[in-house]
Structures are given as C-alpha cells and as structure tokens.
C-alpha cells in the first residue's frame, strides 16, 4: 500500500553522522516532528495499523513521549481501550548501548498493573524507547501483548523481541543502516556526530 511507504520517503532527512538513543551509529536522519500534523492524513494509517493490532485482544496502548504517545492515543481511540504514556528520565548508564530509561508516572502505574498492552511507536529502527518502556511496563504489572509501529528501519527491534515472543506489527518495514560505535566506518574516518537538532 503507497500511503505505508511514503510515511517514510515524505520525512525530512539529513545525511552525515548520528548517534541514535539506542547508542547505534546511522548516517541518516529522519526527522519525525511533523509526523502527526494533519491528523486526517494520518487517520488511515491509525486505522490500518488499529487492524494489525486489534486481533492481539489489548486492553490498553502506551507510547513514549512524543511521537509514540501521539500514536498510543490516536490507537487507543480506534481501539477503545485505554491509552498510557512512559516518559524519559535521566539515566547514569544513558552513554551505553540501550542505556535510556523511561518510566510510567506514578499516577498511572496502579491503573496499568494487569493491562494487556499494545506498546507503540512511530517508527522504531533500534527500538531503544520502546525496549525501555517495556521493562518499566513489566516493573508495573502490565504484559506486552504486541509492539506496533507505523514504521520499522532495520531488523533490531524486530528480533529482540521476538526473542521474547512479542510480535511486532507495522504498515512498512525497510532496511536501515546502524553501527555499533565500536565498527562504525563514519568514526572510524573521524567524521564527528552531528546533533541532528
């Protein structure tokens, strides 16, 4: 389906060097800020993606802020179950690979404890926010039903969790080019990262 693939040959993008919250190395940005602008454009992509989601029988949708929360809400309209967010917080372990935290905020947790959660972002390439939201998902009392994104870059996330039996269901998925810092080609030509910001 056109509408699937132009989500993500429509993003502003950048070339150079990049470091990802995951910790991997890219040599392209997506810029994803304006993702959710025109919520009647993204209206069948919420719908179609609600479909792929709806048979995994969710109680709940949570995403990280931003992007994933905007998304998480828009489900969990279409859905009609109930919608929770993570947030980021400081991290001692933040330079590491996968080190980012996000955490529930307190006032929701209780609610959550038992949830059948549909855990969602954007576009997910190393999978980092969402990788961190589920542990604090867990600490909460929630289960992970499936992980759901409009789009997925790479194979990353898609086989880390479905080292943990969680299925991922997107509209697109495409190749993605990530380095580990150790063997990345950019640092290895001392080509300094860029804040993409």
Known sequence: MAMNADIIDALPARD??????SGYHTDLWLALDALFVDP??????ITALAA????????AVCGSLLGGAFLAQALAIELGVEFYFSEPVPSNDASKMFGAEYRVPEALRS???GQRVALVDDVIS??????????ALTAAGASIAVVGALFVLGRIAIDHFASQSIPVESLGQRDF??????????????MPLEDPR
């Open 40 to 45: 009647r454009e993204m209206a069948p992509r």
């Open 111 to 113: 609610r959550i404890r």
């Open 16 to 21: 150079g060097h990049f470091r990802l919250e």
């Open 177 to 190: 080019t990530m380095w580990d810092p150790s063997v990345c080609p950019l640092c290895a030509a001392n």
């Open 52 to 59: 792929r989601i709806r048979p995994h029988g969710v109680t």
């Open 126 to 135: 190393a999978g980092s926010s969402v990788r961190a939201t589920a542990i």
